[in-house]
């Protein structure tokens, strides 16, 4: 008897029914659609029921409150504010206030993040000891008390604004904050912005440049004196020619406060630097984790070129290191982000101090407020792991791996 | 699937179960046996536990009222102490019955929170609290002060419509809680400390030095206070209406709580309506027939409880002013019960 060759049953309906259904096949796929039209119904049926009892009670919803006047006002805002502006206005001054916070706590935290992890590591024992002991101590504290430390501790310590601690009488230190001249620009600002891009772009072409030469010619040109002379002569070329780029208002003590100049407030320095150090007790344990995941033989084959400690680490066990310190890292960035919602229980201004705090009070529409509250941070912290995902992306191809 | 269809029934039966039907407050307290009472976090004359965890204050007065009103004993109440943050949402989820919270009666409030207001416990007006060292005399002289203020209120509005009017400038620090509020002040941080006179004079008391700090004379805003309800359950709006205007009755009528038991025998007869010697007027609310003895038996009368908690008999020592008797030059005025 011969064995015929058959041709395969008709692969594509197979494929479709395993795609849908999985192993049980079109029951499955039944199963999936009774499922999802319970729980798009089931969304349908909250969302009604909660619409139904706020209307049975009367307590007014919709977004038509965002044009409402705000009524009040705020300590720091970085785009003009006043009381008589509208609740969208509030929201974005408290959104700005937030990023602000974020982006100045996660730079530090990186930079002191990394100081702590490598210093752990260091062969220094006094070094590795006390890189420790910060790790321990605050990493074990809760991070409101910590920053309730920094406020308190910080304006206890500061004297008043009459008595403010002051530098070549243009600098004032005091509880109500740090007073530093405000820059006006004058006519030279624009062309002293040109000069600066063009510096920093001719900066970076003259190291392109210079690594092509090296990788290519083995040609070894040291550019950083062409790049400091670039980086300040340029601008100070364009000073002597069209003018200075900024006046400076300093700030003179009337009556209670201080009258021009910007103001840093207190609750702004307390609360960067509370999460700041809070999270890079964290990000120094990542990185730690992250270098000792390298091979050691790394090290050594670094030291039998000939290169320092130091420049072992940053040109080769480092760059290794990054893969597994990125997917933690981006963890720790969100979790600061969202710390930074702590921010009320010292009175800064942030997101949630004055959108989901204050106006939430005086408006009594706790659903819609929470809920744009809740997507804002959701959409920070996608964007925030969107743009570490392509990072790790772009280092996963340099390495390629 | 057995697990999966099950937490699909719970989760079905959360999203289709409709809010307890607002129109039975009573009902749900009565089968609670217990009130439950939103009240500050700690702001003394007004809502405040003391060391053993007893609340006292005028607030609470007012809600025990109530509470012996439907149960006969003063103590049957469960205190939700609430930030002005959250007051709002708590009575509206239902968490609270009523917020008696020194909070201020404005349209907006009455309107888009879906609560309403059953009177005025305390007639106050908003005020500024600086440093004696400061040697400032009127609030017109705070230019460009900075200025500490609770978040959330009508404080902070009242404040930026004052300095706009005037032409000032200023700098507002607001915080979550009065007590950061009140620290950040005392520290130093800002020059003024603003909020209700009442809320003052209270604060005041519990800083280091109270004898160097003043409250400047302006008044610069309404701030009716009175107890919030849900809308939506008329029989309990009225019940906490009616309860605190009898307590306002009382004192008019010269009731207090030394004398309540001679004056439930007497024979006048506006007495004998209020005791339900005559008539059913508690029954008609939806009480017992004898609910007027039982406020004034177990909290006194307006000016006793007034007195008590912040007046003459306690350590604020507030004058009784706008909060005395119609016929005696305030504005208190209880409809007459009959």
């Known amino acids: 008897m011969s064995i015929e060759a058959r041709s ?394 | 699937m057995k697990r999966v269809s099950l937490l699909f029934t719970l989760a079905a039966a959360a999203a289709f179960s409709a809010q307890a039907a607002s129109a039975e407050t009573l009902k749900t307290v009565k089968d609670r046996g217990l009130l439950s009472c939103g009240v500050s976090q700690g702001l003394p004359g007004f809502s405040s536990p003391d060391d053993k965890g007893n609340w006292t204050g005028l607030d609470v007065d007012v809600c025990r009222a109530i509470a012996a009103a439907i149960f006969d004993d003063p103590s049957k109440i469960k205190f939700v102490p609430l930030s002005a943050k959250d007051r709002f949402t708590a009575l509206q989820s239902g968490e609270i019955d009523v917020l008696s919270r020194n909070t201020t009666w404005t349209l907006s409030r009455d309107t888009s929170l879906g609560a309403n207001f059953t009177g005025v416990t305390y007639y106050d007006g908003q005020g500024f609290l600086v440093k004696k060292s400061l040697k400032v005399n009127s609030a017109l002289e705070l230019n460009s002060a900075s200025v500490c203020v609770q978040t959330g209120t009508t404080t902070e509005q009242n404040l930026a419509d004052y300095f706009k009017g005037n032409n000032m400038k200023y700098e507002v620090i607001a915080f979550a809680g009065a007590d950061e509020t009140v620290k950040a002040y005392e520290s130093g941080r800002c020059d003024v400390f603003t909020s209700d006179v009442s809320q003052l004079y209270a604060e005041r008391l519990k800083l280091a030095n109270p004898a160097d700090h003043v409250v400047l004379p302006e008044v610069i805003s309404k701030e009716p206070l009175g107890p919030m309800v849900r809308h939506g359950d008329d029989q309990w709006f009225d019940i906490v209406k009616w309860v605190l205007f009898a307590m306002v009755d009382a004192e008019e009528m010269g009731v207090t709580q030394k004398n309540v038991d001679e004056m439930a025998k007497s024979d006048k007869p506006d007495l004998k309506r209020a005791f339900g010697t005559d008539g059913n007027l508690g029954e008609q609310l939806g009480l017992t027939k004898d609910w007027f003895y039982r406020i004034i038996k177990a909290v006194g009368n307006y000016g006793e409880a007034y007195d008590r908690n912040v007046g003459s008999g306690s350590k604020l020592q507030i004058a009784r002013g706008l909060n005395q008797l119609w016929n005696k030059g305030g504005i208190q005025y209880a409809p007459p019960i009959r």
């Not at chain 1, 007014?60 to 409150?65: A, E, I, N």
């Not at chain 1, 008043?160 to 600098?171: E, K, M, T, Y």
């Not at chain 1, 509880?175 to 772009?201: D, K, S, Y």
């Not at chain 1, 690594?211 to 000073?239: D, H, N």
Request: glycine share 10%; charged share 10%; net charge positive.
């Open chain 1, 8 to 401: 395969p049953p008709p692969q594509f309906v197979f494929r479709l029914k395993r795609a849908l259904g999985g192993r049980s096949g079109w029951s499955g796929v039944a199963l999936q659609i009774v499922f999802v039209i319970a729980l798009v119904w089931m969304g349908y049926e909250i969302v009604a029921n909660a619409r139904a009892n706020l209307e049975a009670q009367r307590i007014t919803s919709g977004f038509g409150f965002l044009n409402n006047t705000a009524g009040f006002d705020v300590s720091q805002s970085l785009i003009p504010y006043s009381g008589s502006d509208t609740y969208t206005r509030v929201f974005l001054v408290g959104l700005l206030n937030t990023f602000l916070v974020s982006i100045i706590g996660i730079f530090f935290a990186t930079v002191i993040g990394f100081a702590v992890g490598l210093g752990r590591l260091s062969p220094n024992w006094l070094l590795s000891r006390v890189a420790g002991a910060y790790v321990e101590l605050v990493r074990n504290l809760p991070v409101l008390f910590q920053i309730l430390f920094w406020y308190l501790a910080v304006l206890a310590a500061l004297p008043g604004p009459r008595q403010s601690i002051a530098l070549f009488n243009s600098f004032f230190l005091s509880n109500r904050g740090l007073v530093i001249p405000r820059a006006i620009p004058e006519p030279g600002w624009e062309p002293f912005l040109v000069a600066v891009v063009v510096a920093v772009a001719a900066a970076l072409a003259l190291r392109a440049y210079a690594r092509r030469q090296l990788f290519e010619k083995g040609r070894a040109i040291t550019i950083w004196p062409y790049v400091i002379g670039l980086l300040i002569g340029l601008p100070f070329v364009s000073g002597l020619i069209f003018g200075a780029p900024v006046a400076f208002e300093v700030p003179q003590l009337k009556g209670f406060n201080f009258a021009g100049g910007t103001r840093v407030i207190p609750e702004f320095v307390a609360l960067t630097v509370g999460l700041s150090t809070y999270t890079a007790a964290f990000i120094g344990e990542v990185v730690r984790a992250g270098i000792q995941s390298v091979h050691k033989g790394q090290m050594e084959a670094g030291a039998s070129l000939g290169l320092s400690r130091g420049a072992t680490l940053r040109l080769i066990v480092v760059p290794q290191a990054m893969r597994v310190i990125l997917p933690p890292l981006t963890n720790q960035y969100l979790n600061l982000t969202k710390n930074s919602s702590l921010a009320v229980a010292i009175g800064y201004p942030d997101l949630v101090s004055v959108f989901a705090g204050t106006t939430l009070s005086q408006t009594g529409q706790a659903i819609e407020i929470i809920a744009i509250t809740m997507g804002v941070y959701l959409l920070l912290s996608l964007v925030t792991s969107a743009i570490m995902s392509f990072y790790s992306w772009r280092l996963s191809r340099s390495l390629a791996q």
